[in-house]
């Protein structure tokens, strides 16, 4: 079985232009995670998918980011225009269901995007 | 507001010594725990998790972890540490949302480097 891959790996970009990053979650898994590392602090949640719709998007930092995941498969997070600040890790996750009840929790993360803004 | 610690940046190790990596947490209700580890140019990978039950819990690779809950804490050990052990590892703790849905909550992270 196929894990959860990110597509591109590394990103270099300069400031003010545009970034797509995309996530594959593991076939039938509902529930889809978009984390952030910035170098040397904590992994931050972005936001959190159920099927195609958002379920929280409390972590996003403003409106320069733009998540979508269309027909619930697959997802996007467009970063436009990039800042300095942008720089980072972006984590994707995905698991097949978590409601309050017996369901643990466990994400199952893919390997990052790295996003470099100069 | 809930949220991990982890004190110690980084750890370092002789191979073949025990080893404990720290961390404190902050949540309501009962806390569902969580480890994961990094190793380079690699995602994120399970490693534990407490739910209930025994305090100590058992995982992936010889790791264990102690739920301490008067401490509030969830250490990660491990008897004898291996050189392949060396990695990043990231505690986290479940957060309830409205809705019924969760989210995990990670703390900054531990780079555990074990010397030959």
């Known amino acids: 079985e196929a894990g959860v891959t990110q597509f591109p790996s590394h990103s270099v970009i300069e400031k003010g232009q545009t970034v797509t990053l995309r996530c594959d979650p593991i076939?039938?898994?509902?529930?889809l995670y978009w984390y952030r590392r910035v170098m040397g602090k904590e992994i931050k949640f972005l936001l959190h998918?159920?099927?195609?719709?958002?379920?929280?998007e409390s972590g996003m930092p403003n409106n320069r980011f733009l998540a979508e995941r269309t027909g619930g498969t697959y997802s996007t997070l467009k970063v436009q225009p990039a800042e300095l600040e942008d720089s980072g890790v972006y984590f994707c996750?995905?698991?097949?269901?978590?409601?309050?009840?017996?369901?643990?929790?466990?994400?199952?993360f893919g390997e990052g995007s790295r996003l470099t803004v100069l | 507001a809930q949220s991990v610690a982890q004190p110690e940046d980084q750890v370092n190790v002789a191979e073949g010594n025990p080893l404990t990596v720290k961390c404190t947490y902050s949540?309501?209700?009962?806390?569902?725990l969580f480890w994961y580890v990094q190793y380079p140019n690699r995602g994120l990978q399970f490693l534990l998790k407490?739910?209930?039950?025994?305090?100590l819990v058992k995982g992936s690779y010889g790791f264990e972890a102690e739920f301490n809950k008067s401490q509030t804490s969830f250490h990660l050990k491990k008897p004898s540490a291996l050189v392949s052990d060396s990695a990043l590892y990231f505690c986290?703790?479940?957060?309830?949302?409205?809705?019924?849905?969760?989210?995990?909550?990670f703390g900054a992270g531990t780079r555990l480097a074990v010397h030959p």
């Open positions: 986290a703790v479940r957060a309830k949302v409205s809705g019924g849905y969760n989210k995990l909550i």
């Open positions: 949540v309501s209700g009962n806390p569902y």
């Open positions: 407490y739910i209930t039950g025994d305090n």
């Open positions: 076939s039938g898994h509902d529930n």
């Open positions: 996750a995905s698991s097949q269901e978590w409601t309050s009840g017996w369901n643990t929790g466990e994400l199952f």
């Open positions: 998918f159920v099927k195609e719709s958002k379920q929280d």
